[in-house]
């Protein structure tokens, strides 16, 4: 059985524009003023705000004389807009350093989890900022990124981890975190004690191979309470990991931004 057709992410996800005027909404209180600073007209603006809002299906912003105040949705939707914006920006770093190359390649490698659930909504933002950058994505674990940047074989390169790789400069972008998740009908979907780490150390888990982030950040966290934990399966993705979890093969420690979609229809239990 294959899941559902989804629309592609383009007719899915507001445009850069979009995202960049709810910001200055949220920083201004008021959508006029956010407007002049974008160099747009209110009445555009507004426009531009209802089909984000149409689109999303949630109301972001509520106006009134006195100005525009951001609904909690409007709250959530701006953290992720800042986080979009924010790789936009930092794909145009790299593209503006490449400006010299004639063939305008950016060569981007990344990790599976941000290649699979992050780079696509990026991919959308750089199209609208550099439509002349052709881009190529090599995806791999953190250690592979990290290697075939220290190669010369990738210009840019998207990690999860602890730290910057060895050898190489890097900037925080974004922050996910590790969640512990099980099938519906596997006994701790129903404990109601919190689950210790020295508990889960001792667990046989479906884990990520070693040289990916999440496995580096899952071994870190349980050094300290009893090593790292055994593994039931070792797998070489985080879709992988995720739907041998789903389909009731054992507990495992994944991206929590892998696994929202799961979690919200109770396919896993976290």
């Given at each position: 059985?294959?899941?559902?057709?989804?629309?592609?992410?383009?007719?899915?996800?507001?445009?850069?524009?979009?995202?960049?005027?709810?910001?200055?909404?949220?920083?201004?209180?008021?959508?006029?003023?956010?407007?002049?600073e974008l160099g747009i007209t209110q009445p555009a603006a507004s426009g531009r705000?209802?089909?984000?809002?149409?689109?999303?299906?949630?109301?972001?912003?509520?106006?009134?004389?006195?100005?525009?105040?951001?609904?909690?949705?409007?709250?959530?939707?701006?953290?992720?807009?800042?986080?979009?914006?924010?790789?936009?920006?930092?794909?145009?770093?790299?593209?503006?350093?490449?400006?010299?190359?004639?063939?305008?390649?950016?060569r981007v490698a990344a990790s599976m989890t941000i290649a699979e659930y992050l780079?696509?909504?990026?991919?959308?933002?750089?199209?609208?900022?550099?439509?002349?950058?052709?881009?190529?994505?090599?995806?791999?674990?953190?250690?592979?990124?990290?290697?075939?940047?220290?190669?010369?074989?990738?210009?840019?390169?998207?990690?999860?981890?602890?730290?910057?790789?060895?050898?190489?400069?890097?900037?925080?972008?974004?922050?996910?975190?590790?969640?512990?998740?099980?099938?519906?009908?596997?006994?701790?979907?129903?404990?109601?004690?919190?689950?210790?780490?020295?508990?889960?150390?001792?667990?046989?888990?479906?884990?990520?191979?070693?040289?990916?982030?999440?496995?580096?950040?899952?071994?870190?966290?349980?050094?300290?309470?009893?090593?790292?934990?055994?593994?039931?399966?070792?797998?070489?993705?985080?879709?992988?990991?995720?739907?041998?979890?789903?389909?009731?093969?054992?507990?495992?420690?994944?991206?929590?931004?892998?696994?929202g979609e799961e979690l919200g229809v109770r396919r896993l239990v976290s």
């Open positions: 059985m294959t899941d559902a057709w989804r629309a592609p992410l383009a007719h899915r996800v507001p445009d850069l524009g979009a995202l960049e005027l709810l910001l200055a909404v949220a920083r201004l209180g008021s959508l006029g003023r956010a407007a002049r705000l209802r089909g984000m809002e149409t689109l999303l299906g949630v109301a972001l912003v509520e106006r009134s004389p006195r100005g525009s105040r951001l609904t909690d949705a409007g709250v959530l939707v701006t953290d992720w807009a800042r986080r979009i914006v924010e790789a936009a920006e930092a794909f145009d770093a790299g593209a503006q350093a490449l400006r010299t190359r004639r063939d305008s390649r950016l780079l696509p909504g990026w991919l959308i933002a750089l199209r609208a900022l550099r439509p002349d950058t052709a881009v190529s994505l090599s995806a791999g674990n953190s250690a592979a990124v990290a290697g075939r940047l220290r190669e010369g074989e990738a210009d840019l390169g998207f990690v999860e981890g602890l730290e910057v790789p060895a050898g190489l400069d890097g900037a925080v972008i974004g922050q996910d975190r590790l969640v512990v998740v099980v099938a519906p009908g596997h006994p701790w979907a129903r404990r109601r004690a919190p689950l210790s780490a020295s508990e889960l150390a001792a667990t046989p888990l479906i884990l990520r191979e070693r040289g990916s982030g999440t496995r580096q950040v899952l071994d870190a966290a349980l050094a300290a309470h009893g090593g790292a934990a055994p593994s039931l399966l070792e797998l070489a993705s985080t879709t992988a990991a995720k739907g041998a979890a789903v389909s009731g093969a054992g507990p495992s420690v994944l991206s929590e931004l892998a696994v």
